[in-house]
């Protein structure tokens, strides 16, 4: 109970005696990066066109992001938002659970905006965007893909840079084992 109250005063909530009994045999810690280790608030590094003008991406991107409270699709429309694109016409809007965004323009285009998995079930070829995806990921980025009519237009890098003390904290940690 000592453990538990010594805890709280810094911020940490345990939810039993139990579970801190039980911490103490840890080996390994995962953490959820978001918030934990991060600043929270992720924003677009990189933006990689193929064959659309930016503006029009970026227009339509503001537009499918729009009223979502989703980091990455904040992150999307601040980024539209500082390269002065504003919402472009969309219908038929459909949020897909853990994939991103379906709509389509006025003039009756497909729009997709979301992770690969996404793009890749709805039969768009990647292939263009593979090496730049790769080298993203080695960065740590989350991907980001728009596809317009079954074609890759856009990809976005993002990322959630680390919080100031997060280098120190983890130090700490590795030094109590």
Do not use: C, W
Not at 151 to 173: C, Q, Y
Request: hydrophobic share 45%.
């Amino acid at each position: 109970m000592i453990g538990v109250g010594k805890a709280a005063e810094h911020g940490v909530l345990v939810r039993s005696g139990e579970a801190l009994q039980t911490a103490s045999k840890l080996t390994t810690l995962v953490v959820d990066k978001t918030g934990t280790l991060t600043q929270g608030k992720p924003s677009v590094t990189d933006a990689q066109l193929f064959g659309m003008e930016q503006s029009t991406a970026l227009a339509l991107v503001n537009a499918l992001e729009r009223g979502s409270e989703h980091p990455l699709a904040a992150a999307l429309m601040t980024y539209a938002e500082e390269h002065n694109a504003h919402p472009a016409e969309i219908h038929d809007f459909d949020s897909v659970t853990g994939g991103g965004v379906k709509a389509k323009t006025t003039d009756g285009k497909t729009l997709l905006l979301g992770n690969a998995r996404l793009l890749e079930e709805a039969g768009v070829d990647l292939t263009a965007g593979e090496a730049q995806a790769q080298a993203l990921e080695a960065q740590a980025r989350t991907l980001v893909y728009l596809a317009v009519e079954g074609k890759l237009a856009a990809l976005f890098g993002i990322s959630d840079p680390l919080r100031h003390d997060t280098v120190a904290a983890i130090k700490r940690l590795q030094k109590m084992v």
